[in-house]
């Protein structure tokens, strides 16, 4: 069964940087794009980034570019979010998603909390 699983996220402070990983299993990796998703509490769930099957094309919400990188290792089946300059505002529950067919999965999250 298809499997995403975030780690890597935490307390940190102002203008601090994070790396969030996504493990995923159960589909083949390297054959679909990849994305994070960020819910804050109280606020709808939105798009943080992309990334094409191949890693060759990325977008990003205008709230984090810039600031956010998404790539990806198909070697590995994960996909990685580097966040630098981090802001209070991009405290939130951080998600995994892939797109099979008609099927959207999601990982548990992982939260990350900007505070000083």
């Known amino acids: 069964q298809v499997q995403l699983v975030e780690s890597g996220g935490g307390l940190v402070q102002p203008g601090g940087s994070l790396t969030l990983s996504c493990a995923a299993s159960?589909?083949?990796?390297?054959?679909?794009?990849m994305s994070w998703y960020r819910q804050a509490p109280g606020k709808e769930r939105e798009l943080v980034a992309a990334v094409t099957s191949a890693g060759g094309s990325t977008n990003y919400a205008d709230s984090v570019k810039g600031r956010f990188t998404i790539s990806r290792d198909n070697a590995k089946s994960t996909v990685y979010l580097q966040m630098n300059s981090l802001k209070p505002e991009d405290t939130a529950g951080y998600y995994c998603?892939?797109?099979?067919?008609?099927?959207?999965?999601w990982g548990q999250g992982t939260q990350v909390t900007v505070s000083s």
């Open positions: 159960g589909f083949s990796f390297s054959g679909y794009a």
């Open positions: 998603n892939v797109r099979l067919g008609w099927i959207r999965y």
